[in-house]
């Protein structure tokens, strides 16, 4: 291995603790979510807050885990492109109800 | 992260324009993978949902979180060998890095046995593609569809670990193919971090 | 420096015959296998709507030798109303995925996107045979269910549910036809997949000294435009289509409702949802219209500008243009559904950003005619189809300020308004834009010029018989003919039929002016005159190699860029243009940054 994996590696090699804090928040995220399922509230609610939590978790994996947070002209590039389309396909929602309740929203 | 992954390509690094983003080839093109297959597990838990949403009588069949809890323990745990893993061989710690690929490949496979351990279980309570005792046929189809994909993901992701490990260890891959590698396995673990409270923890009976 | 990579781009000049033209490598010859695969698609394709529309105009007209294509569809020669539909299907499909599709995007992205990068290949060679072979199984796949069980799948290139998902008991075709159909998209969405990747690190990391992102020629811009639309809409359809399967093969519903009664029969699906299907396939399916055509606004973009000897009047608002259609086209989906009991508050929410994406367009329009007008265009071949692409474009865009609208929509929607509407701004709008491009770049694939003569013919007999088969459908719209009906029995539909024979004769005439192209394409290919290598005097990059490129597109030595790509007419050259790699220093260039 030659000249290969030197330029920018060197300030990687320090962030071994970090990786271990980030490792930590996730679990406690991941208990989090555990933690929600028992709680004693409306699906749509337990919904909301689980996806709530997951979005964090999803966002320090991408952050740390895959050093997006080192490459900030990347993490635009993935975030606006990933976000635009995944949110491109929640119109589809109020149909879901509306087969449900028979009006527009949920009743 | 280096122009090396041009320089190899043909023509000096001299001959390019600094590669967009400064990402070279490979890992935009894992990104981009990423990214798409973000779209497809996005695609298949909207169809869950916007089923879950209009099925009145949707089943929970779950009584018992050990088994998911343990798999999220380990496929997190694995996430983080596979970091270990990567900035090993970026300090050039082949032997390590090696070993901590490896390990991370034998968490997928001990997260893989207790996923189709639980689907045994389910399999052995009735629960098929097309029928199950709790209710709605489509909760079984839903199950299985999208565990199943993850499931796919994750065991195309032992195959990839192995196979660049190995080539890894041989001299023939860079700690950058390990990296590249990594995110993947990362991602599988992130959807996963949707797909737990998603499909399991929403559907567990109270 | 690096002995090994599983993905170094540099490949030696292939010797055998099957590496040279079978399974090669070389990104060129990729472009040309689609072109071809396109070329063998939309001859299928144009006889499928030669057959349709000749039952259309006479309905009990026996077509000779029909019934080799299928006994039971064609008894005596004659279509029954469920093999008309089998057909139109098969059309749809075989144009939107194997020829808009494959020709403007991944055809000439192929050969041209790596070159006017400045690069060697694509980053992923192996990626970039696989996906054309893919693709090319895909085909034979669709294509193989004429001849097995009842034929091929009749639900429209959309299969909505329930009519694709409940099986065999909906009609021929309904059983192995759709599972057939659904396995080609999936295969052809892998395919695509591996396309869009090697398109995008291209312009992203392939791209040559001095050439920044904003000197890549607008062709380049729209290709990579299109394989970033490309990239997540065929990963969404690819589940869609596996699920569908599964409602097939493995007893699911996730498409049928409960207690479907179909011919008499109470079906064992339960649970699931008709709309699902179409928001799944409509998110796939908008942004496809969109990789049909953006690829056509680049390319004509390219050609104008080389004609006119001048820029157009903003390079970046072209661009941002298309990224904006880029990202609106996920937002707009919904427009296809206004009449499916959507709900009325989403109708409402997608109604407006179709209005929207319509400024995009109409700005590329604008700066397009605001270009040409007072410019010295150079009129050939491939400038006319250009101009024809843009008057399609108009036309058929009109259209769409109507269908946006829901209160409007709901009296157009499934009548031939919208099929005239899709026809000339999406399909036939693309096609002349690979023509225009066929005419552009031929000589730069092939090392020889098209006749010229012959081109200007197939133009003009071309463009008037588009505008007299589409036109009139607009009419038929209006009046209240509903699309995919076999045969018009109704009343108000009878008076209609002189218009459908007219279209009827100006599709068959049109359909024939085509095999003048073909002959023209061929016959140049052989025996046309040797081109020069740089035939039209443009400025980027694929103009400064040698015609045909090299293996490694630019010989020996890799091109360094100094100018933005479109240098016509500028004060003080010493020429009427400036190419991309002349270290010419420039005092008045437009656009120099």
Same mark, same amino acid.
């Given at each position: 291995?030659?000249?290969?994996?030197?330029?920018?590696?060197?300030?990687?090699?320090?962030?071994?603790?970090?990786?271990?804090?980030?490792?930590?928040?996730?679990?406690? !995220?991941?208990?989090?979510?555990?933690?929600?399922?028992?709680?004693?509230?409306?699906?749509?609610?337990?919904?909301?807050?689980?996806?709530?939590?997951?979005?964090?978790?999803?966002?320090?994996?991408?952050?740390?885990?895959?050093?997006?947070?080192?490459?900030?002209?990347?993490?635009?590039?993935? !975030?606006?492109?990933?976000?635009?389309?995944?949110?491109?396909?929640?119109?589809?929602?109020?149909?879901?109800?509306?087969?449900?309740?028979?009006?527009?929203?949920?009743? | 992260?280096?122009?090396?992954?041009?320089?190899?390509?043909?023509?000096?690094?001299?001959?390019?324009?600094?590669?967009?983003?400064?990402?070279?080839?490979?890992?935009? &093109?894992?990104?981009?993978?990423?990214?798409?297959?973000?779209?497809?597990? &996005?695609?298949?838990?909207?169809?869950?949902?916007?089923?879950?949403?209009?099925?009145?009588?949707?089943?929970?069949?779950?009584?018992?979180?050990?088994?998911?809890?343990?798999?999220?323990?380990?496929?997190?745990?694995?996430?983080?060998?596979?970091?270990? =893993?990567?900035?090993?061989?970026?300090?050039?710690?082949?032997? =390590?890095?090696?070993?901590?690929?490896?390990?991370?490949?034998?968490?997928?496979?001990?997260?893989?046995?207790?996923?189709?351990?639980?689907?045994?279980?389910?399999?052995?309570?009735?629960?098929?593609?097309?029928?199950?005792?709790?209710?709605?046929?489509?909760?079984?189809?839903?199950?299985?569809?999208?565990?199943?994909?993850?499931?796919?993901?994750?065991?195309?992701?032992?195959? &990839?670990?192995?196979?660049?490990?190995?080539?890894?260890?041989? =001299?023939?891959?860079?700690?950058?193919?390990?990296?590249?590698?990594?995110?993947?396995?990362?991602?599988?673990?992130?959807?996963?971090?949707?797909?737990?409270?998603?499909?399991?923890?929403?559907?567990?009976?109270? | 420096?690096?002995?090994?990579?599983?993905?170094?781009?540099?490949?030696?000049?292939?010797?055998?015959?099957?590496?040279?033209?079978?399974?090669?490598?070389?990104?060129?010859?990729?472009?040309?296998?689609?072109?071809?695969?396109?070329?063998?698609?939309?001859?299928? $394709?144009?006889?499928?709507?030669?057959?349709?529309? %000749?039952?259309?105009?006479?309905?009990?007209?026996?077509?000779?030798?029909?019934?080799?294509?299928?006994?039971?569809?064609?008894?005596?020669?004659?279509?029954?109303?469920?093999?008309?539909?089998?057909?139109?299907?098969?059309? @749809?499909?075989?144009?939107?995925?194997?020829?808009?599709?494959?020709?403007?995007?991944?055809?000439?992205?192929?050969?041209?996107?790596?070159?006017?990068?400045?690069?060697?290949?694509?980053?992923?060679?192996?990626?970039?045979?696989?996906?054309?072979?893919?693709?090319?199984?895909?085909?034979?796949?669709?294509?193989?269910?004429?001849?097995?069980?009842?034929?091929?799948?009749?639900?429209?290139?959309?299969?909505?549910?329930?009519? #694709?998902?409940?099986? *065999?008991?909906? $009609?021929?075709?309904?059983?192995?036809?759709?599972?057939?159909?659904? #396995?080609?998209?999936?295969?052809?969405?892998?395919?695509?997949?591996?396309?869009?990747?090697?398109?995008?690190?291209?312009?992203?990391?392939?791209?040559?000294?001095?050439?920044?992102?904003?000197?890549?020629?607008?062709?380049?811009?729209?290709?990579? %435009?299109?394989?970033?639309?490309?990239?997540?809409?065929?990963?969404?359809?690819?589940? *869609?289509?596996?699920?569908?399967?599964?409602?097939?093969?493995? @007893?699911?519903?996730?498409?049928?409702?409960?207690?479907?009664?179909?011919?008499?029969?109470?079906?064992?699906?339960?649970?699931?949802?008709?709309?699902?299907?179409?928001?799944?396939?409509?998110?796939?399916?908008?942004?496809?219209?969109?990789?049909?055509?953006?690829?056509?606004? @680049?390319?004509?973009?390219?050609?104008?500008?080389?004609?006119?000897?001048?820029?157009?009047?903003?390079?970046?608002?072209?661009?941002?243009?298309? $990224?904006?259609?880029?990202?609106?086209?996920?937002?707009?989906?919904?427009?296809?559904?206004?009449?499916?009991?959507?709900?009325?508050?989403?109708?409402?929410?997608?109604?407006?950003?179709?209005?929207?994406?319509?400024?995009?367009?109409?700005?590329?329009?604008?700066?397009?005619?605001?270009?040409?007008?007072?410019?010295?265009?150079?009129?050939?071949?491939?400038?006319?189809?250009?101009?024809?692409?843009?008057?399609?474009?108009?036309?058929?865009?009109?259209?769409?300020?109507?269908?946006?609208?829901?209160?409007?929509?709901?009296?157009?929607?499934?009548?031939?308004?919208?099929?005239?509407h899709f026809h000339l701004v999406m399909a036939v709008a693309a096609i002349f834009g690979i023509f225009s491009g066929t005419y552009f770049w031929?000589?730069?694939?092939?090392?020889?010029?098209?006749?010229?003569?012959?081109?200007?013919?197939?133009?003009?007999? #071309?463009?008037?018989?588009?505008?007299? %088969?589409?036109?009139?459908?607009?009419?038929?719209?209006?009046?209240?003919?509903?699309?995919?009906?076999? *045969?018009?029995?109704?009343?108000?539909?009878?008076?209609? %039929?002189?218009?459908?024979?007219?279209?009827?004769?100006?599709?068959?005439?049109?359909?024939?002016?085509?095999?003048?192209?073909?002959?023209?394409?061929?016959?140049?290919?052989?025996?046309?005159?040797?081109?020069?290598?740089?035939?039209?005097? $443009?400025?980027?990059?694929?103009?400064?190699?040698?015609?045909?490129?090299?293996?490694?597109?630019?010989?020996?030595?890799?091109?360094?860029?100094?100018?933005?790509?479109?240098?016509?007419?500028?004060?003080?050259?010493?020429?009427?243009?400036?190419?991309?790699?002349?270290?010419?220093?420039?005092?008045? *260039?437009?656009?120099?940054?």
């Open positions: 291995m030659t000249t290969a994996m030197t330029t920018d590696e060197a300030h990687k090699n320090t962030g071994m603790g970090k990786d271990l804090v980030v490792y930590l928040c996730m679990l406690a !995220l991941a208990a989090i979510q555990f933690v929600i399922a028992y709680q004693d509230i409306s699906a749509s609610q337990m919904f909301g807050r689980m996806l709530s939590v997951a979005v964090v978790e999803a966002g320090l994996a991408l952050l740390f885990f895959m050093h997006l947070s080192e490459n900030r002209g990347l993490m635009w590039f993935v !975030l606006i492109f990933t976000v635009s389309v995944v949110l491109g396909m929640q119109y589809g929602w109020t149909d879901s109800f509306r087969i449900l309740g028979g009006v527009p929203w949920a009743k | 992260m280096s122009q090396a992954d041009l320089t190899m390509q043909g023509h000096s690094t001299a001959a390019m324009a600094e590669p967009t983003f400064s990402v070279p080839a490979k890992k935009m &093109a894992m990104w981009l993978f990423i990214i798409a297959d973000t779209a497809t597990f &996005a695609g298949c838990l909207v169809a869950y949902g916007f089923i879950r949403n209009s099925t009145p009588d949707w089943p929970r069949p779950f009584h018992s979180i050990t088994n998911v809890a343990l798999m999220t323990l380990i496929l997190l745990t694995s996430s983080l060998t596979m970091l270990i =893993g990567v900035r090993s061989a970026q300090k050039g710690d082949k032997a =390590g890095a090696f070993r901590w690929t490896m390990i991370t490949a034998v968490a997928g496979i001990l997260f893989a046995i207790l996923h189709i351990r639980e689907w045994m279980g389910m399999i052995g309570e009735g629960a098929t593609l097309f029928h199950n005792p709790w209710g709605t046929p489509l909760f079984g189809s839903l199950f299985f569809s999208i565990t199943g994909l993850h499931l796919l993901h994750v065991t195309g992701g032992v195959i &990839a670990l192995v196979a660049v490990g190995l080539r890894y260890k041989a =001299g023939r891959y860079r700690a950058d193919d390990l990296e590249i590698t990594g995110l993947y396995w990362h991602f599988v673990d992130l959807v996963w971090m949707f797909v737990v409270p998603l499909v399991y923890l929403l559907n567990l009976a109270h | 420096m690096h002995d090994t990579s599983a993905h170094a781009v540099h490949h030696g000049v292939p010797t055998s015959f099957i590496r040279k033209h079978v399974f090669s490598l070389d990104h060129k010859v990729i472009g040309k296998q689609y072109y071809a695969l396109a070329l063998v698609a939309v001859v299928v $394709g144009m006889v499928l709507s030669w057959i349709m529309r %000749i039952h259309l105009g006479w309905n009990n007209f026996a077509i000779p030798g029909l019934h080799l294509l299928s006994s039971t569809g064609a008894p005596g020669n004659v279509l029954t109303p469920e093999y008309y539909l089998q057909l139109m299907t098969m059309h @749809g499909t075989i144009m939107v995925f194997f020829v808009l599709t494959t020709a403007p995007f991944a055809a000439f992205g192929n050969f041209f996107l790596p070159i006017q990068v400045g690069a060697e290949d694509m980053p992923f060679p192996h990626f970039n045979m696989m996906s054309f072979w893919i693709t090319f199984v895909a085909f034979l796949v669709l294509v193989s269910s004429f001849f097995v069980g009842d034929g091929p799948t009749l639900g429209g290139w959309t299969q909505y549910a329930p009519l #694709s998902a409940v099986g *065999a008991v909906a $009609g021929p075709g309904q059983g192995l036809g759709v599972v057939l159909w659904a #396995s080609s998209i999936g295969i052809f969405c892998i395919g695509q997949l591996l396309g869009a990747l090697n398109f995008i690190t291209t312009t992203l990391d392939m791209r040559t000294k001095g050439m920044s992102l904003m000197r890549l020629p607008l062709s380049a811009w729209a290709w990579f %435009i299109t394989s970033i639309m490309g990239l997540t809409a065929f990963a969404v359809l690819m589940p *869609a289509c596996i699920l569908l399967i599964l409602d097939h093969v493995a @007893g699911t519903s996730f498409f049928v409702a409960s207690n479907l009664v179909i011919n008499d029969q109470v079906l064992p699906h339960s649970g699931g949802s008709t709309l699902l299907w179409q928001h799944l396939f409509w998110f796939f399916g908008h942004p496809e219209v969109y990789i049909a055509i953006v690829p056509g606004l @680049g390319i004509v973009s390219h050609v104008l500008i080389t004609n006119m000897r001048r820029p157009l009047l903003s390079h970046r608002v072209i661009i941002y243009s298309m $990224g904006s259609l880029a990202v609106l086209s996920y937002m707009v989906y919904g427009h296809h559904m206004f009449v499916s009991g959507m709900n009325p508050y989403s109708s409402l929410a997608f109604s407006f950003p179709t209005l929207v994406i319509t400024i995009p367009s109409t700005i590329v329009v604008l700066i397009w005619l605001g270009s040409l007008y007072g410019s010295k265009l150079r009129i050939n071949t491939a400038s006319l189809f250009a101009l024809g692409f843009i008057s399609m474009f108009i036309s058929g865009g009109v259209s769409g300020f109507f269908l946006a609208q829901p209160s409007i929509d709901i009296m157009l929607h499934a009548t031939y308004f919208v099929v005239g031929f000589p730069k694939m092939t090392g020889r010029m098209m006749n010229e003569t012959l081109g200007r013919i197939h133009f003009w007999l #071309s463009f008037v018989g588009t505008y007299c %088969i589409f036109m009139p459908f607009h009419y038929l719209g209006i009046a209240g003919n509903v699309r995919r009906y076999q *045969a018009f029995t109704d009343d108000y539909l009878i008076p209609l %039929i002189p218009v459908h024979k007219f279209i009827t004769i100006a599709a068959l005439l049109t359909g024939l002016a085509q095999f003048i192209f073909i002959y023209n394409l061929i016959h140049s290919r052989f025996k046309g005159a040797l081109a020069p290598d740089n035939p039209w005097e $443009g400025t980027s990059l694929e103009w400064s190699t040698a015609t045909p490129p090299p293996h490694n597109n630019f010989g020996d030595k890799m091109p360094v860029v100094y100018h933005d790509p479109y240098q016509y007419s500028v004060e003080g050259a010493s020429t009427d243009y400036v190419m991309q790699t002349s270290p010419e220093q420039l005092k008045n *260039a437009p656009d120099e940054k």
